[in-house]
Every structure is written in C-alpha cells, then in structure tokens.
C-alpha cells in the first residue's frame, strides 16, 4: 500500500533533491552501478611488512622524510655538518645517500656518524566524505583540499543484493527529485 504524503522542504533540499534526480543515471552509467555511493578518500601510509611496498620513508634523528631531497634539505638546513667542511664535502655526501641505499635498509657513514634509516611503506585510502553525486565530491574536494592532502574520489556501491534500507531510499530520494524536475517543466510550459 502506498502513502501519500505532504512535506514543506528547503530551496537547498531541493536543489540537491533535483540534482541527484538529473544526474543518477548518467552517473550510475558511467560507473557501473545502479545505486553509487560518492565518496571522497585520502590517502595515507603504514610501515609495510610484507615486502610489498610502494614508497619508503626515510627517518632520521626520529624525523620521517617523504622525499629523499627533504631529507637532504634538512640536513643541509639544521647544520649536521661541520662548519669546516666545503661544500663539495657536503654534496658528495649527500649524493650517496641515493635510492639503492634503500635496499641496504640503512645509510652509515662513519666519516659523519650520521645514520639514515629507510622505511617500506604502503598506502591505503580512508573515507572523508559520503555524496550522492560526484559534482557534489567534486566541489568538496576542491574547498577541504587544505585538509584532505592527497585524495581521490571513489565510487562505491551499496551492496550486490542488498535489500536493507539504503537501496529503497536512495530510489525514494531520485523519485522525489524526478516529481520536482517534473513539476519545474509544467510550470515552464
């Protein structure tokens, strides 16, 4: 048995009630699911064990440095080296702290007692944000980029089967956008 019923809702419920009804099947299309769930991730790392890393990190006096020329610029910038030694010293030095070093584990040079320690890494995405569209992600990623660092927009999927309560509201929510694009066409003819 159907239920009608009568709501008062916002300008801002409708717009994005409107805009998930016009933009559902070309976005269900293009990802390959009837009911996509938009969701904007970031990327982070853990120290990898299992011989499969992507990336290292390399770690000095308990710093981490993504990048070997981080590194570089903060030794050169901190003075970890003597006042005495010229600069060809120096950039020799920190030329052989290269990327083979990374297979060794660990960098020692007993000319400066400096040791570099290099991590395996993995990255991994974590959920920040939930849409219905991705123009909706899209925007969002854009104004919270200061906070998400690197990130993507995944869309995922709400369940093969699923005949829980997401599916159901989902089609309620574009069946109700589908009625107010429909009213906004008669009122413009």
């Not at 300008?11 to 016009?22: H, I, R, V």
């Not at 030095?93 to 320690?117: A, H, M, N, V, W």
Request: glycine share 4%.
């Amino acid at each position: 048995m159907n239920k009608k019923i009568e709501i008062e809702i916002t300008e801002e419920q409708e717009k994005y009630l409107k805009q998930y009804s016009q933009l559902f099947d070309k976005e269900a299309l293009e990802h390959g699911t009837r009911l996509p769930v938009i969701k904007v991730q970031t990327r982070y790392w853990q120290v990898s064990h299992d011989g499969y890393e992507d990336d290292y990190l390399y770690c000095f006096d308990e710093d981490e440095f993504k990048t070997l020329e981080e590194l570089k610029k903060y030794l050169l910038e901190y003075d970890y080296f003597e006042e005495n030694e010229d600069k060809d010293f120096i950039n020799s030095y920190l030329e052989r702290i290269d990327e083979d070093t990374k297979l060794y584990g660990k960098f020692e040079d007993k000319e400066l007692s400096i040791e570099i320690e290099f991590l395996p890494i993995k990255y991994y995405w974590r959920d920040r944000g939930y849409f219905l569209t991705i123009k909706e992600a899209k925007e969002y990623q854009q104004y919270q980029s200061h906070n998400l660092g690197i990130s993507r927009i995944y869309t995922d999927y709400v369940g093969y089967s699923n005949y829980g309560d997401l599916p159901p509201l989902l089609n309620l929510l574009k069946e109700i956008g589908d009625k107010l694009n429909q009213g906004e066409e008669a009122d413009d003819n």
